[in-house]
């Protein structure tokens, strides 16, 4: 069965520190998709990064950095110099192409970054 | 990326009775999928909704309770039907961009709160 799995219900950094946050996934299909998605206070969800499951390679986008390994079912996002702004809850997710592409959500991490 | 909206933005209603979001994309797309987010939960999916069908439940959901319509490739509306406090929620919907991209986009979200 899919499950996505974030262990860190909350962190707390201050500013300008990096974060982490986990997230590792069950699947038994050998083709599916990874997200990841930001939660701000309005509650609107804003889409971060998709990832195939046949492309590993990590992905650098500004501050922001993903880590996929197949090995251990992780697609880990790494915040590098945190701001205020970066503030929220963040989503990962799954997608399997078996599933008809609907989206399973991990629980959630909430990052406070303290000024 | 599709840009969603979602009509009303929030509501406040009384038990006992029906609420319909409406949800337009200002692009055709196939597949639409409504989400609930309780309060402080994570998203679950609801239903699939695919223009020319019926939609799709997922577990724990039913059509009496949560009628969906899809009459055009742009347009859904789900249905909250004889409202109770454990139907206060985040409704969300979304879409594909296009099935072989599979990165899906969300509304801003309706917040219901029932009294």
């Known amino acids: 069965a899919q499950k996505v799995t974030q262990a860190q219900t909350e962190i707390s950094v201050v500013e300008k520190e990096d974060v982490t946050l986990d997230c590792v996934y069950e699947?038994?299909?050998?083709?599916?998709?990874l997200f990841w998605y930001k939660q701000p206070p309005s509650g609107e969800l804003v889409f971060l990064i998709r990832r195939n499951s046949f492309d590993e390679q990590n992905e650098i986008s500004g501050r922001y950095s993903w880590n996929f390994q197949k090995s251990t079912s992780s697609f880990n996002f790494t915040i590098t110099a945190s701001q205020v702004v970066d503030s929220a809850v963040y989503f990962c997710?799954?997608?399997?192409?078996?599933?008809?592409?609907?989206?399973?959500f991990g629980s959630g991490t909430r990052l406070l970054v303290r000024p | 990326s599709a840009v969603i909206s979602q009509k009303p933005s929030r509501d406040i209603c009384q038990r006992g009775t029906s609420l319909t979001i409406q949800c337009q994309v200002d692009s055709q797309v196939t597949m639409m999928f409504w989400y609930r987010q309780q309060p402080g939960q994570s998203l679950t999916l609801i239903a699939t909704?695919?223009?020319?069908?019926?939609?799709?439940?997922e577990s724990g959901f039913v059509i009496d309770k949560f009628p969906i319509s899809r009459p055009n490739l742009t347009f859904s509306t789900l249905t909250v039907s004889n409202m109770s406090p454990e139907d206060s929620s985040i409704y969300l919907c979304?879409?594909?961009?296009?099935?072989?991209?599979?990165?899906?986009?969300f509304g801003p979200g309706t917040r219901l709160t029932v009294l």
């Open positions: 909704a695919n223009q020319g069908s019926e939609a799709t439940y």
């Open positions: 997710a799954l997608s399997e192409v078996d599933s008809s592409y609907k989206l399973i």
């Open positions: 979304s879409c594909e961009r296009d099935s072989s991209y599979n990165e899906q986009f």
């Open positions: 699947t038994r299909d050998t083709t599916y998709y």
